[in-house]
């Protein structure tokens, strides 16, 4: 019995002689507030998805990468396009009610007030000679993005919807890639039932590209 409790009185010894390291409660609740964001940004980009209408094959998602500058395009008349404006990668571009667009070497984001309704489209993924767009709902109206990449120099951009002609935010990169991106919203248009044609033509006016999007019967 004395051994029991001497061995006893020993392991009791050793285990407070061991040093016991605090919690590091800091770093669990950084790592607990990153996966909460992580999760939320997953919801809000399924949400995003199923809201987003392609009407071009075009591979979309609701990814929005790096902002950088931010400039305003002046007021343009409605009814009349805009002539592609070259902008530096990074650099936003303000249109419509609180709408942005900037581009990357390869790709166009368009962001929306709201966060969810934003599109980011791939030039890579747009077939050669053709339109790939996209067509979403917000609270004001109807928000059009997409990119036309293929032969010629793209000058004029017009998007119609329901015969009416929008203003139209077109951009390209410096050095002139294959693609230009655009990007037009209209208010209180129902995008499940607008027509919609997409025309892109070159500086003589010839067309190099049209997209079609007939109403839903």
């Known amino acids: 019995m004395n051994e029991d409790l001497a061995l006893a009185d020993m392991f009791k010894a050793a285990a407070a002689a061991v040093p016991v390291s605090a919690v590091p409660m800091d770093a ?18 399924a949400v995003a998805a199923a809201l987003i209408v392609p009407f071009a094959g075009a591979g979309l998602s609701s990814t929005v990468f ?11 008349p409605a009814g009349t ?3 592609p404006r070259v902008m530096a990668a990074g ?13 990357t070497a390869r790709s166009v ?9 934003d599109v980011h489209m791939s030039a890579d993924e747009v077939p050669w000679g053709g339109i ?27 998007v119609v919807a329901d015969g009416r002609t929008t203003t139209v935010l077109a951009a390209t990169l410096p050095g002139g890639p294959d693609w ?9 248009v129902g995008h499940s039932a607008s027509a919609l044609t997409i025309t892109v033509q070159a500086g003589d006016g ?5 997209l079609t999007k007939p109403p839903r019967t």
């Open 28 to 45: 669990v609740m950084r790592r607990g507030r990153r996966i909460r964001r992580r999760r939320q940004a997953l919801r809000s980009a």
């Open 66 to 76: 790096g902002r950088s500058t931010t400039s305003a395009l002046p007021a343009v």
């Open 81 to 83: 396009s805009v002539t």
């Open 91 to 103: 650099e936003r571009l303000l249109f419509g009610r609180d709408h942005s667009m900037w581009l």
């Open 109 to 117: 984001s368009v962001a929306a007030p709201d966060s969810v309704h």
């Open 132 to 158: 790939s767009a996209a067509m979403t709902a917000d609270p004001d109206g109807t928000l059009w993005a997409g990119i036309y990449r293929g032969p010629g120099r793209p000058a004029r951009v017009t």
């Open 180 to 188: 230009i991106a655009f990007a037009a919203h209209e208010r209180h």
């Open 206 to 210: 010839t067309t190099l590209a049209t």
